[in-house]
Structure formats: structure tokens, C-alpha cells
């Protein structure tokens, strides 16, 4: 199964971005193969409205079945949940720390939008 991370700066050893929607990048993760990709969300992370939506519909695309991010807004949450897509949220860490929780099942699994949309 593949997992997209929300990621600042588009490193395993970086720093996870709290946001989804308006995350600089993706990494997403093979879990049994251990291969990376790295996908850029930079047309997301300035626009008006509709980055949770969009930015969702983007990684449907890629095949995911869960994310892992710091927070999702209830436009992001709708369209996940929509493509069946599980939403996982870790705390301030490294994306290869979030990954290694998600694999030990130390991610807590997102029922609801955990914060407002259009949050900075």
C-alpha cells in the first residue's frame, strides 16, 4: 500500500507540514517496497480557495489508500473520505518518523476535520 505524507520540504528527513491542502509536498511512500516518490503541491499552497479539495483529489489520484499530516480541513476530509482514503495525523516529527509510527499503529486516525478551512 502507498501513503502520502505531507511534507515541508519535500525530504523522508524533514519536517512532516501540518497542513494538507496547503502542504509545499507529498512524499509518497510504497510501505512494502520502501521506495519514495516526491510530489510537488505548490499550486496549492497559495490559492484563493479549494487547495484541501483539490490537493485531496491529487492524491486520489496517486493511489494512496492513507494520508499522514498535522491537520485536515473539512473540504479535504469530505473528498479523502469520499475516495476511501484513511487520514492519519502525527504530531511535530520527521516524515520518516511519521511513517515508522504509522507502521508501529502509533498514528491516531482522523474521524473529522480537525480545524477550520482557509487556515494559514
Not at 525530504?11 to 507540514?17: A, E, V
Not at 476530509?77 to 511513517?99: H, R
Request: proline share 2%.
Amino acid at each position: 500500500m502507498k501513503i502520502a505524507v505531507t511534507s515541508q520540504d519535500g525530504k523522508i528527513d524533514g519536517k512532516l507540514d501540518p497542513r494538507f491542502g496547503r502542504s509545499k509536498h507529498f512524499i509518497v511512500f510504497d510501505i512494502e517496497s520502501g521506495k519514495s516518490e516526491l510530489v510537488d503541491n505548490s499550486i496549492n499552497l497559495n490559492a484563493a480557495q479549494g487547495a484541501g479539495i483539490q490537493a485531496g483529489r491529487n492524491v486520489a489520484e496517486l493511489g494512496v489508500g492513507a494520508v499522514i499530516t498535522g491537520n485536515v480541513g473539512p473540504k479535504a476530509f469530505a473528498v479523502l473520505n469520499e475516495c476511501g482514503i484513511k487520514i492519519y495525523t502525527a504530531g511535530d516529527c520527521s516524515v520518516k518518523d511519521a511513517i515508522e509510527k504509522y507502521r508501529n499503529g502509533d498514528l491516531k486516525l482522523v474521524e473529522n476535520a480537525n480545524v477550520q478551512g482557509h487556515w494559514a
